[in-house]
């Protein structure tokens, strides 16, 4: 089982939609949970950490569940420049362990 | 202030040849990674460093690649010999750990070393 999973899409959706991605990750331990995006042929950049009481940014909801080891990103009111791939990113709290990605959900937001 | 700075942009060599990468920290950070980007397997963590020490190394595919970080301001990566599987995107990224626990927060990332290998 790989450690953080994602479904790749491609997500389609007219602007203005709701869009939601789902990550899954596989250890318990893990302590830290980040959605990052990244643009094409461009690098990573952190969107927002999440918290266990959930947490909004603008359109920007991100949401976590322990219990079920899952983490969620609710985008509202896409826009044309929200189409980017959305990467869920993991952290595990142990010795010698860094930044887990999952191989990221591409959005393409259309006009 | 300047970012994570990686170098070269791109790199085209043969195969059997030596690759170095480059790359500078934001001041002030102690930990410092590689990664490697294809479509087929996304991004792979290589090796990590913080304050200078590798700390986690088991990310590196095989005995080809190497890691070294010989002062607070710059890494490299070598691949040698290098093999067509080994072209991708190779980011290095730095972050300043949050205090009183061991993980990393936010990570900057450099544009990334394109790396093909013919």
């Known amino acids: 089982r790989k450690e953080v999973e994602q479904d790749p899409g491609p997500f389609n959706v007219p602007e203005g939609a709701t869009v939601a991605f789902n990550c899954t990750y596989s250890n318990s331990a893990s302590q830290s949970f980040f959605w990052y995006r990244q643009d094409c042929r461009k690098e990573p950049k952190l969107l927002m950490s999440?918290?266990?009481s959930g947490n909004e940014d603008g359109r920007f909801t991100a949401q976590l569940n322990r219990a079920s080891q899952y983490i969620s990103l609710l985008i509202r009111d896409s826009k044309l420049s929200d189409s980017a791939t959305y990467l869920c990113?993991?952290?595990?709290?142990?010795?010698?362990?860094?930044?887990?990605f999952g191989k990221g959900t591409t959005l393409s937001v259309s006009s | 202030d300047a970012g994570v700075i990686q170098s070269p942009r791109h790199e085209v060599t043969e195969m059997g040849q030596e690759v170095t990468l480059r790359c500078k920290p934001i001041s002030g950070h102690n930990s410092l990674f590689w990664y490697r980007q294809t479509m087929m397997r996304g991004l792979e963590l290589l090796i990590y460093f913080n304050n200078n020490v590798p700390i986690d190394d088991s990310g590196m595919p095989e005995d080809r690649f190497s890691a070294k970080m010989p002062n607070a301001s710059f890494s490299t990566l070598k691949i040698q010999p290098s093999e067509p599987r080994d072209s991708a995107v190779y980011f290095c990224?730095?972050?300043?750990?949050?205090?009183?626990?061991?993980?990393?927060?936010?990570?900057?990332f450099g544009s990334g070393t394109q790396l093909s290998v013919l």
């Open positions: 999440v918290y266990s």
């Open positions: 990113v993991v952290n595990m709290y142990q010795a010698g362990t860094a930044l887990i």
């Open positions: 990224a730095s972050s300043r750990p949050a205090s009183g626990v061991a993980t990393n927060e936010k990570l900057f």
